[in-house]
């Protein structure tokens, strides 16, 4: 099911699901990036955003913009996909598997 974000303003943006077989790669990603900078979490996927010391509220924030970043790519995969990342603890460990396995 597509991920959907509406601002402020009433504008409607929209993360349609990744193909299994990864052949609407480059639209997905484009489409998550971009949602994902308007949700505030686009360093999630990039790294630039990187986990601050552990039991910090730095870290307890950082963990919650994970949850979503991560949030955004789960419920837009294939169930036979997310399979793959139920021991990954990033959402930039997720998003990095997925561009290896289907950038061209």
Same mark, same amino acid.
């Given at each position: 099911?597509?991920?959907?974000?509406?601002?402020?303003?009433?504008?409607?943006?929209?993360?349609?699901?990744?193909?299994?077989?990864?052949?609407?790669?480059?639209?997905?990603?484009?489409?998550?990036?971009?949602?994902?900078?308007?949700?505030?979490?686009?360093?999630?996927?990039?790294?630039?955003?990187?986990?601050?010391?552990?039991?910090?509220?730095?870290?307890?924030?950082?963990?919650?913009?994970?949850?979503?970043?991560?949030?955004?790519?789960?419920?837009?995969?294939?169930?036979? $996909? $997310?399979?793959?990342?139920?021991?990954?603890?990033?959402?930039?460990?997720?998003?990095?598997?997925?561009?290896?396995?289907?950038?061209?």
């Amino acid at each position: 099911m597509p991920y959907e974000v509406e601002l402020e303003n009433g504008t409607g943006f929209r993360v349609d699901d990744l193909a299994f077989d990864g052949s609407n790669w480059t639209t997905y990603r484009e489409e998550l990036i971009y949602v994902a900078k308007l949700e505030g979490v686009v360093g999630q996927f990039d790294g630039t955003d990187a986990p601050p010391v552990v039991g910090t509220e730095a870290y307890q924030e950082w963990s919650f913009r994970n949850s979503v970043a991560t949030m955004l790519v789960t419920f837009t995969i294939p169930d036979s $996909l $997310l399979i793959n990342f139920y021991d990954t603890k990033t959402a930039q460990e997720i998003f990095t598997q997925l561009e290896n396995r289907f950038s061209k």
